[in-house]
């Protein structure tokens, strides 16, 4: 693929209407005491500017932007959906099949209706329990609450949820009311499986939405930020309210982070090193060395492609491929393209062949070694151990080793994500792809991700982004993970079906060039990585597929479970000191046996998946820069795909 070629990569994008810039509102006065204060001077006047409420000219300014851009949002929005597109089935009305899941959990409660009275009394019970409670607090008398947030609940964090006796009986009283409905859902009998869990799962959404936080009159923070700016926080949350919904083209896209602050390649993703081989669905970043000797394997990442690769190069001090590098390896990355709809038809095999086989390919060439290191991040991971089952029938033996950071490639407990893979729900995915040209649009995926942690990903924000009035944070993980990326159809469906759907891999009834693939037949050295509150690949699904790699006698499979979840659990420099990991050399039949024989060390896992590296990859070489081998340079890295927007 051309140079020119790759600078085409970019998404189709609808006309944009006609630019609107909306003016920032003055940032509040801050109140100063009399001890702090200074003689009026035009300087100083200057650099504190008055609040929007005493400036009726910037006042007026300010309403009348947001009033024009509203109304050209909502024209936008119409214009672009005249028919909002579910009259003609593009977008079903219950696109998640939630009326389903309910529809049979109300025949469950309408089934037994002794054990609905039943909970109906214990929810009476526990009522009066807390209006008791209540009642001899209002009259002075020092009680316990009837019921507390759970550790680590930040919703009720202000001192006011405890203090002032209004808001704590509403706490109570909405935490009383969720465990209720909770644990009925939960013991429901006779209920289809899959559907009381999608029941469940919307349940607590449900409860999530209602809390008390929530709602800007009873939320103590946004109380407090109301007083102190005189009300302009609530000016500033509906321009962000109104500037989410345009950036979105009518649908909110809540923002997580500052998107201009960070600059690819300048504050972020900012390695050293050059683009050296490119195709149509990616990119292939060699990195530049930092030692005078590196390992004589050079190492090839492949990272998942729902997200982008940078969440592995964030900020010097918390990126693991400038570590990588400066242990002596020879650091290769995958970049996968941001694709559109031109690259509809691309199949999971594609992926392998195009990305892995051929990224294989590149390192060889790069580095003149004939064996490659690897690492697979999430679904990376996954792509990863069908290529290397594949590998393994066909006598390919170019990877030396391979690394699983929180991969999956057994699914029969994969999580809340097996919720939404039912035949209904991947029919209206497939409309919805189909709607949009081929491809699955970035911010549905990351919809679907931020609803596992709806308070932290989802309730947090629209509190301090519309009710709060604050500006994005200048976080760089919160940045990477707004930076979706779009799928091809055929690729994201085969990954739904084989793998969440139907587990094929596991059951070894997956296929590819007609040869049956089998994990127990690979037979290089496996390190795999799980994370401890992992909600996207649980430890004990990574586990699972642990087994499997070892099931016909591998005996170089390691399984190391690190403190945190997805993204934390994996990029904790060993500069911070923070989290543990347990490390059990066994494989035992069960978790629960694993986790008993495992011993427990404070810090990053690093040092020690280091020492395993060198271990299965021993040698050393002359360090290579990008360029020396028989590739040449095409960019600087980060490189250019990555930058596609989605």
């Avoid at 028919?83 to 037994?112: C, S, V, W, Y």
């Avoid at 941001?338 to 060889?364: H, M, W």
């Amino acid at each position: 693929m051309s140079k020119s070629t790759s600078k085409k990569q970019t998404a189709k994008k609808r006309a944009p209407a006609r630019k609107r810039v909306m003016k920032a509102a003055p940032k509040p006065a801050e109140a100063t005491s009399a001890n702090d204060a200074k003689p009026a001077t035009q300087d100083n006047q200057k650099a504190a500017p008055a609040s929007i409420f005493q400036d009726f000219d910037a006042l007026t300014e300010y309403l009348t932007d947001v009033s024009g851009k509203s109304r050209d949002v909502i024209a936008d929005f119409f214009a672009s959906n005249p028919d909002l597109r579910q009259a003609t089935g593009q977008l079903p009305a219950d696109p998640l099949n939630i009326g389903d899941a309910f529809q049979e959990m109300m025949k469950g409660l309408a089934a037994d209706p002794g054990t609905v009275m039943q909970r109906q009394f214990n929810l009476w019970g526990d009522y009066a329990k807390l209006m008791s409670i209540m009642s001899r607090r209002m009259a002075g008398e020092p009680v316990k609450p009837a019921i507390e947030p759970d550790h680590g609940d930040r919703r009720f964090a202000h001192a006011a949820w405890n203090e002032n006796p209004m808001l704590d009986f509403i706490k109570q009283s909405y935490l009383i009311g969720g465990k209720w409905l909770e644990k009925t859902v939960h013991e429901l009998d006779g209920m289809d499986e899959h559907e009381k869990a999608k029941a469940e799962f919307y349940t607590r959404q449900f409860i999530d939405a209602c809390a008390p936080s929530n709602f800007a009159m009873l939320n103590p923070e946004v109380i407090d930020a109301t007083l102190e700016s005189k009300g302009e926080n609530l000016l500033k949350g509906l321009k962000n309210l109104i500037e989410d919904i345009d950036r979105g083209h009518g649908k909110l896209a809540i923002r997580q982070a500052d998107l201009e602050h960070f600059k690819l390649g300048e504050n972020i993703a900012t390695t050293p090193g050059k683009v050296v081989f490119q195709n149509e669905i990616m990119q292939l970043i060699q990195y530049e060395p930092t030692t005078e000797d590196a390992a004589k394997t050079p190492m090839l990442i492949l990272p998942p492609w729902i997200n982008k690769f940078y969440i592995l190069d964030l900020q010097p001090s918390n990126s693991f491929i400038r570590w990588l590098v400066d242990q002596g390896r020879t650091v290769f990355v995958v970049s996968w393209v941001n694709p559109d709809p031109s690259l509809r038809e691309k199949s999971f095999e594609d992926y392998i062949r195009q990305g892995l086989f051929e990224a294989l390919d590149a390192v060889i060439m790069a580095t003149g070694e004939t064996r490659v290191d690897t690492i697979g991040y999430c679904i990376g991971g996954t792509m990863l151990s069908m290529a290397m089952a594949y590998m393994a029938q066909t006598g390919d033996d170019r990877i030396n080793s391979a690394t699983f950071f929180t991969a999956q490639a057994d699914f029969q407990e994969s999580g809340d994500l097996q919720l939404f893979v039912d035949d209904a729900q991947l029919d209206a995915i497939e409309k919805q792809m189909d709607a949009a040209g081929g491809v699955l649009e970035g911010r549905a995926m990351a919809t679907t991700f931020n609803m596992l942690r709806s308070n932290d990903l989802i309730w947090s924000f629209v509190i301090d982004n519309y009710m709060k009035g604050k500006d994005p944070a200048k976080f760089d993980l919160l940045f990477w993970n707004s930076d979706a990326t779009r799928m091809p159809k055929n690729v994201h469906l085969f990954y739904l079906r084989e793998f969440y759907q139907h587990n094929r891999l596991a059951k070894r009834e997956l296929k590819m060039d007609g040869e049956t693939l089998d994990l127990g037949d690979v037979s290089v050295p496996v390190f795999m990585q799980a994370g401890e509150t992992d909600h996207i690949a649980p430890h004990n699904s990574v586990y699972r597929t642990a087994r499997h790699f070892a099931s016909k006698g591998n005996k170089n499979v390691t399984y190391m479970l690190a403190g945190s979840g997805h993204i934390a659990g994996v990029v904790n420099h060993p500069d911070r000191n923070k989290y543990h990991h347990s490390i059990n050399a066994s494989l035992p039949e069960t978790l629960d046996a694993w986790k008993a024989g495992a011993e427990r060390f404070p810090g990053s896992w690093w040092p020690h998946w280091i020492e395993w590296l060198d271990r299965v990859s021993p040698g050393k070489a002359e360090a290579r820069r990008p360029g020396d081998g028989k590739l040449g340079v095409i960019e600087d890295a980060p490189g250019s795909y990555v930058k596609v927007k989605a």
